[in-house]
């Protein structure tokens, strides 16, 4: 069979902050047939995403088309007018990328924005669009497909909406579908759905991927051949399996000679004595959710008794799925969304639940950061201006000591202190994300907030920011509570980790514990999640017990028993789903929630059943 | 000090480049210009007040009688009377546009920011209202409280205050979800200042377009209201009242039907024209943005 998307020596540039044109793309040659899953692989700033965009005739703003041809289908598409490229774009090319929050508007709904290209480009009519999109939003494991699309963006979870945008890519039956780290935002119970998700939709509708990634264990997974980038060029191509275990190249051997371990606890981490202290921050028996409470409930709760501590400068890692609760658990800590059981503890003093009534001393103390960097800034002012605001609201401070403050906070977080003069889209995503914890530093808190503050970004710009925040960490005494979807980022961090599930705490202790047996039947599942380096692994995992248990059933938030009941490999009918687990208290303030002893709950992850 | 690694910032511009405007925008901007002019000068360069009739021919023809646009059903001067027509009409129109924009925007945005059971009432108040198409309403006000020129402002400003009220409180829903003002609320900032210093600058491009077609709208509805008799009362020249006044010099192909018409017809023209023109400029950078 023909290709379907031809790139014939292909040559871009792009402009450097002080402004020559360098080239990115250097003589790259590639072919995608239908059917079949290219995948391109290479460090941060190989091109990969430059040439998987090219497909769609599209360069980056500061970037340039200098040579070379690409041909979708038979037609050059680097030439068309820009109307042509919109057809094609829109109907014949999906583009799933790594931040799904810039692709949704927040003013009208889900289901409005997904069927809205397939009536516009007049495949199918309204009634067709929509039992579509609940068929998608099915495959990608989302909550509640039939009603989902009646909600607004911000009412879904990050990792939900990454899963819609996907959702609404696929919904115009594309014949090229490009994938730009498309997982990276997901966690790896739902990633491993998705990736299974994705591979049915591409085998069934014949179609052509890209998928562009970092993670040599996702290509294993998806890929059916596999590109090699290195500063623009080609290093080497072949057949998955020939590439990961018989690779020819110098630098193919590197990439897979530093393919990141698996989930290790962090060397300092495991020795900090925890319980010497009181907690700074301790949340106690907190109820939470959203909707207009009727009858001391909200219309939906989303949190369920929970009991967490946080040490003083200590970081504690949080952990769960996707929609779990938690950021909602952010959200209750700084006020935003108050909780209504329960109580947050600073110091052992009781909050209040709003942050209306909380007062400017308690605010101060606890400081948080958001997950996506885009929509953290207000696009009208400037960085100093960000940076100046608490500094002026909690410290008074004024003029030139304020000024010379945020130079201070700007050499903090690795940035020059010129950045202060500039507007928010003037920065990249890693530097608005360290402008982002300069801000919170700003305050000089007890207690940071990080919610998944690296998943919107490229990894090696990630990896940078946790770097960061560990020396920070070392150097100040403040405490950091680190939400993430991302075990093993969390396990290289943090000294603590609290696994959630379903808005209830599964397990929680110090890092090596959690990682080490007895494991609670979710937290292994968890383990058992991260791919392995190998094809077939996505079939051998889906055919293990617990992940055949995990399929069964989506999350279901429900009010008895167990939550993970439905997924649970070691459900006791009659018990787990009626009663609530108790909690085992081990040694160091390990807790495990569970029906099972201790004793039952020893055997290794990813053991087939 | 070294920048954070893959850090790649684009350079800091700060220059402003004039937009490429075109023919038309230059045109549309002299016609303004041109009536901006008349307005504000109105009695420096009229030849004649607005009231005086200067001949006994009514309908004079242009040129006639060192009349420079010739005379009116009543034998006034047909320039003069344009001239002080555009500092009726346009003024009349502007002040019921920056009044409808104080109302609707700070309802709009108490309705968007509180929401609950405030934005509830007060949007389908505002519903109630918009449901009437609006030379019905305003015919209805201006029947209830008279035609003097308070009342007429204050008419057409509340009805457009409603539209106004739309996109605020859009505006304002559409910037309280974002993350930074959560940022905002987290750290104990006080409604008002949320308000002033994260809602307003972000709505003030948006707003400043939709002032712009307020007030084509403004103009619009003052002339029809005016033309149905119910607007602006003589001996004052409004566009408006000026067609309605010499229907019957149309059997005679008179220009003093025809210029106000035009008059009205090429303010509001231009003024669409611009607003459209930097509209579409906005989409681009928001198009722009998407695709990255
Ligand atoms: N404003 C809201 N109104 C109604 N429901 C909401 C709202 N915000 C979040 N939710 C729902 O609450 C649940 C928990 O959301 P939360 O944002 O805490 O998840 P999360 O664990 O942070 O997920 P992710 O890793 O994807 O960010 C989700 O099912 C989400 O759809
Ligand atoms: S309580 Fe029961 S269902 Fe829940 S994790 Fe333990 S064994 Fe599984
Ligand atoms: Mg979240």
Known sequence: MSALLRIEDLHMEGRRPTGEWMPIVRGVSLEARRGEVLALIGESGAGKSTIALSSLAYARPGCRFTGGEVLFDGTPVLDLSLEQKREMRGRRVAYIAQSAAAAFNVAHTLAAQ???????????????????????????????????????????????????????????????????????????????????????????????????????????????????????????????????HEPRHDYTRQLMAAVRPPPRASGSGADLESSAQPPVLSLQGIDAGYGGVKGGKPGVQILFDVDVDIPRGQA????????????????????????????????????????????????????????????????????????????????????????????????????????????????????????????ALAAEPDVILCDEVTSALDTVVGAAIIKLLESLQERLDTAFVFISHDLSTVASFA???????????????????????????????????????????LEDHRATREAEQAMADVVNIGLTGCPFHTRCPLMIPGTCDVKRPPVHRLEEDHRIACHREIGELQEAPGVHG | MSPAPGATAAPVRREFRFPPLGVYGYVCIAVLLFWLFAALFAPYIAPHTESAIVTGTSFAPIGDEGLLLGSDYLGRDLASRLIYGARTTLTLALVATILAFVLGVVTGFIAGIAGGWTDSVISRVVDAFISFPTIMLALLIVSIFGTSLAALVCAIGFIEATRVFRISRALAVNTMTQDFVEVARARGESLWWILWNEVFPNAFVPLSTDFGLRYTFSILLLSALSFLGLGVQPPYADWGSMVKDNM??????????????????????????????????AQKDISDELVK
């Open chain 1, 316 to 439: 504690v890692g949080v952990i769960g799925e996707s929609g779990c609760g938690k950021s909602t658990m952010a959200r209750v800590i700084s006020g935003l969304t108050p909780s209504f059981e329960g109580e947050v503890r600073l110091d052992g003093k009781t909050l209040p639940p709003d942050v209306k009534h909380r007062d400017k001393k308690d605010l101060q103390r606890v400081q948080l950061v958001l997950q996506m960097p885009d929509v953290s800034f207000n696009p009208k002012k400037l960085v100093a201006q960000a940076l100046g605001r608490p500094l002026e609201f909690y410290l008074g401070m004024t003029g030139a000591e304020r000024d010379r403050r945020v130079g201070e906070l700007l050499n903090m977080v690795e940035l020059p202190a010129d950045y202060a003069g500039r507007f928010p889209h003037e920065l990249s995503g890693g530097e608005k994300q360290r402008v982002n914890l300069a801000r």
């Open chain 1, 114 to 244: 997904i069927t809205e290209g397939p009536a516009v480009h007049g495949t199918m009519p309204q009634a067709e669009a929509d039992t579509q999109m609940v068929d998608l939003a099915r495959r990608m494991r989302l909550p509640e497909p039939e009603r989902i699309g009646r909600k607004y963006p911000h009412q879904v979870s990050g990792g939900q909406l990454q899963r819609l945008l996907a959702v609404m890519a696929m919904s115009c039956g594309p014949d090229l579908l490009v994938f730009d780290e498309p997982t990276t935002a997901i966690d790896v119970t739902t990633q491993v759905e998705v990736l299974a998700a994705f591979k049915d939709v591409i085998r069934e509708s014949g179609a052509a991927a890209l998928y562009v990634t970092h993670d040599l264990a996702v290509v294993a997974q998806m890929a059916d051949r596999i590109i090699v980038l290195y500063g623009g060029e080609i290093m080497e191509q072949g057949g998955t399996d020939q590439i990961l």
């Open chain 2, 248 to 281: 019957t010099g149309i059997f005679v192909g008179a220009a003093a039907v025809l210029l106000p018409a035009l008059a009205i017809f090429t303010v509001t023209l231009s003024i669409n024209f611009l607003v459209d023109w930097n509209l579409a400029r």
């Open chain 1, 495 to 537: 000294n603590r980790i609290v696994v959630l599930y379903a808005g209830r705490v599964a397990e929680q202790g110090p890092t090596r514990r959690i990682l080490s047996p007895p494991y609670h039947p979710y937290t292994r599942l968890l383990l058992s999640s991260v791919p392995e380096m190998r094809t077939g692994w």
